[in-house]
């Protein structure tokens, strides 16, 4: 695989390998955000990719000493080496799996998804941005570079419509209640998570926005919301519980405790005793 890598062949080569491939990925997705990110920069030079999201345009987010994987292949082959991957020690076989993760897997995804803990957890206004404007430079890259597509993402972050700005809600006008929690149980449910200080009277969150997930994944299935269903199971309707506490991006707060960290958000059973 040469620098001018296109899917076609990636996808070709990663057939062909998928065992060592899988491997490699899900230990390199181990690394923290920092360690990604600088794969991913490696990567897209490597490949020639014509517009990259330096780590370089975001100082604030990153220490002088980056982190033990760097920005070289031969960082991650040292990583790689230490969770015990020895049987696939090879440097283009590394090459060749950084270059199919960049261009046909989940690296933009594994990025953003890391982003947006990281904003969770930053305390300080100016870091949450810099989070925020890194995510939206990542979306916007791959898209330009024809890797991923507005609709993937929409679709990864459990939208159907790009995302717009909400606007602004007058503080003397009454914010309306969504149609599909106009319902007695529904108006029960929003009540007891007021009682139990989940959010305030004018239905501003409280707690973590991994939580809020949480429950808008039980509320709406509790509620019978959505009659879609996907892996045999219905799906989540996230919209009137975004509208509703002015937020975004739940579903990917929800894949990130399910699939990402395996462990159900803190507070998750005081979530829970609202619907017993």
């Not at 933009?108 to 989070?131: D, G, P």
């Not at 929003?190 to 808008?216: P, R």
Request: aromatic letters at 12%; charged letters at 25%; hydrophobic letters at 35%.
């Amino acid at each position: 695989m040469g620098k001018d890598l296109d899917k076609e062949s990636a996808e070709a080569w990663y057939q062909a390998n998928k065992i060592a491939a899988d491997r490699i990925i899900n230990d390199l997705k181990k690394q923290s955000f920092e360690g990604v990110m600088h794969l991913y920069a490696y990567t897209s030079k490597s490949n020639g990719s014509e517009n990259i999201v330096s780590q370089h345009d975001f100082p604030i987010l990153f220490s002088n000493n980056y982190t033990r994987v760097g920005d070289t292949i031969v960082g991650a082959m040292v990583f790689l080496l230490h969770e015990g991957n020895m049987n696939f020690f090879r440097y283009g076989r590394i090459k060749n799996t950084l270059s199919y993760w960049l261009v046909c897997g989940n690296l933009y995804e594994t990025l953003v998804s890391k982003i947006v803990i990281k904003a969770e957890e930053a305390k300080e206004r100016l870091e949450q941005n810099s989070f925020t404007d890194s995510k939206e430079q990542l979306i916007k890259t791959s898209i330009q570079n024809g890797i991923k597509t507005q609709e993937g993402w929409n679709h990864f972050f459990g939208t159907d419509i790009q995302v717009t700005n909400t606007p602004n809600i007058p503080k003397n006008e009454e914010k309306q209640m969504p149609v599909e929690l106009q319902s007695k149980e529904a108006q029960q449910i929003i009540s007891k998570a007021i009682g139990l200080g989940l959010c305030d009277k004018e239905y501003h969150w409280q707690k973590s926005k991994f939580l809020l997930a949480y429950f808008a994944d039980c509320a709406s299935e509790y509620l019978n919301l959505s009659q879609a269903e996907q892996d045999g199971k219905k799906k989540t309707y996230w919209k009137p519980f975004e509208t509703l506490f002015d937020v975004s991006g739940l579903a990917t707060c929800k894949n990130t405790y399910t699939k990402k960290t395996g462990k159900l958000p803190s507070g998750h059973e005081v979530v829970e005793s609202i619907f017993k």
